[in-house]
């Protein structure tokens, strides 16, 4: 944050912010070769996958999914593991898609698919904000496997060769609202439907270098500075990782050991992001968010569509911000419990 | 700029940047809710006229325009008067609508329109950025009339009655690319069709205050910035228009006085915002531009798709730019003519 401050009113000896450069001056195209580039890099992408900076979020890819991938009519195959994933299969269904559902189970990743192997891909969403659930291993696919990342892209290390397209809105692991990561690869570039309106197709803004409309430049320029306190400071996703179970097993072992609050979610769902925990007698939730309040640990009430609490720990979520929470749990177990 | 950077680490006492404040949160709904205000009372709409803050650009646009005010195979009715008109004539046929174009003239605003009395809409641009047009006046319609307002919106006091949408991106005139600002007057919100994907329906966006999916937080930030800034420095859209007509009559006076350059745009088609004009004698090209940018004139080379010069005077620009320019023209002039 001090850096984007600092650098406000003066990008790089312009004299001129970031937010008032034109999209075609050469240091916006020149930000969107570097961050395309960063992101390859750390993810371990080849040279000819594309990474594309879209605006719309998660959104407007439930649309441009089946629209790319697909024809209307076609079979498509989603997993309905949360609040997301239900969103991406109602969208599909009303653009006329042919939605199987290939597992469902919103309280913890399903452990048996049942794919159609003629459907066109199968759509997962790898981290489930509202429940708290993550698929801690990619699963197996017959059909090219699409992946809605918005809330763990690049919070840890993925092997991409397994996926035909992965989609990640910015402002949960790296970045602000207002830019989304979409990646190609080569081998699904070929998948794409003919006839598409230019504007909803993915091989539209890979011709334009991201640039076929303008860009969302101050976005795209707060992923850069993300993706280089991950490469510098953090020390890339394989040491990000590492990070991020530390942080998540200190709190779901506090949860575990305390007899006021509680995890629902089984062990082999449970994610690193977003930690879900209930009281076990809800007399303490009032207290227990007042002083959560007092404390300073604020956002730990549960989203709207589920109740009880929540405590998210993006990339950008200290060890030290966990530990606060992990003491403060323990200190109002120790009070109340 | 110097308001944005000293509230980027602290927006109204939160202690957080604008960018880290869930979109959940009471201050983002304020923000949308106060922006949406402003720009209701800065125009003079009504206040169950919908004001959305949406992401995709003008060009999103360019699809949801067809896709909720017609069907396909309905016959809609464009103006082609350039580069972004043209586009999105281009997109409306993409989508399968019957496009009849009323009137096509790039280097002119047209005078005589043959609107088909059935379709749907008829859709103008009402700046042109590369050639440098601009309708000075609405034109009359007997159908819904439709304006892609990208680059004048809030530059000039307009009869917003006149218009059943209104659309513009945000970074020519009054923000940063990333959000794209659309008007839904009630009476357009019972033209929209039925059946269409959430994403796409304007009435998903107006029923869900601009939070159907996380909005462009910070893009909306800086709008009402620049809305603070032109209803309490500038005093309104009619003091706004008057220095706006002063700028551009300044620039184009010095034009027509001169004998090195000329603007080829006839006086009632001549846009406030994009002075475009040429050398008469090319050989004057590389120095006048050399010695413009010596002299920290930046930005006067035409859109890529038009040769010569362009002098953009959006509302940002003063008047001591436009006569820092004037005279530097005049000088020239002196030395060469």
Redesign the interface.
């Known amino acids: 944050?001090?850096r984007?401050?600092n650098e406000?009113?003066d990008y790089r000896g312009t004299g001129m912010?970031v937010?008032?450069i034109?999209?075609?001056a050469p240091q916006v195209l020149e930000l969107l070769e570097r961050t395309q580039e960063k992101i390859r890099r750390l993810m371990g992408l080849a040279g000819d996958d594309v990474v594309l900076f879209l605006?719309?979020?998660?959104?407007?890819q439930?649309?441009m999914v089946p629209m790319n991938l697909s024809a209307a009519g076609d079979a498509v195959d989603y997993i309905d593991t949360g609040y997301w994933a239900a969103k991406a299969i109602?969208?599909a269904r009303?653009?006329g898609r042919d939605v199987h559902v290939a597992a469902k189970n919103h309280s913890a990743i399903p452990l048996a698919l049942n794919v159609w192997a003629d459907a066109r891909y199968l759509h997962i969403c790898t981290n489930n904000t509202v429940m708290g659930t993550q698929w801690q291993d990619i699963p197996a696919s017959p059909i090219p496997l699409v992946a809605d990342m918005s809330s763990d892209i690049l919070s840890r290390n993925i092997d991409v060769s397994r996926f035909a397209l992965i989609y990640a809105?910015a402002?949960k692991t790296i970045g602000?609202?207002?830019?989304t990561v979409v990646i190609v690869p080569r081998k699904t570039q070929e998948m794409i439907q003919p006839?598409?309106?230019?504007?909803?197709d993915y091989r539209t803004h890979a011709v334009a270098s991201s640039n076929?409309?303008?860009?969302?430049?101050?976005?795209i320029y707060?992923v850069e500075c993300m993706l280089d306190w991950l490469e510098q400071e953090v020390g890339g996703l394989k040491a990000m990782e590492t990070l991020n179970k530390r942080k998540a097993a200190l709190l779901y072992e506090t949860l575990d050991a305390s007899t006021l609050f509680r995890c629902p979610v089984p062990l082999g769902s449970r994610s690193m992001m977003n930690v879900v925990f209930d009281a076990v007698n809800p007399k303490t939730v009032p207290i227990f968010c007042q002083q959560a309040r007092d404390a300073g640990l604020l956002?730990l009430e549960g989203h709207?569509a589920r109740s009880g609490f929540r405590a998210s720990l993006y990339n950008a979520v200290t060890l030290e911000d966990v530990e606060a929470l992990t003491r403060f749990i323990t200190d109002f177990e120790r009070r109340y419990g």
Chains 1, 2 share one sequence.
């Open positions: 944050m001090e984007i401050r406000l009113t912010s937010m008032e034109s999209h075609r605006q719309g979020g998660g959104s407007l439930f649309c109602d969208t009303q653009l809105h402002q602000v609202a207002g830019v006839g598409l309106p230019s504007f909803f076929y409309h303008t860009p969302p430049v101050f976005a707060v956002g709207r």
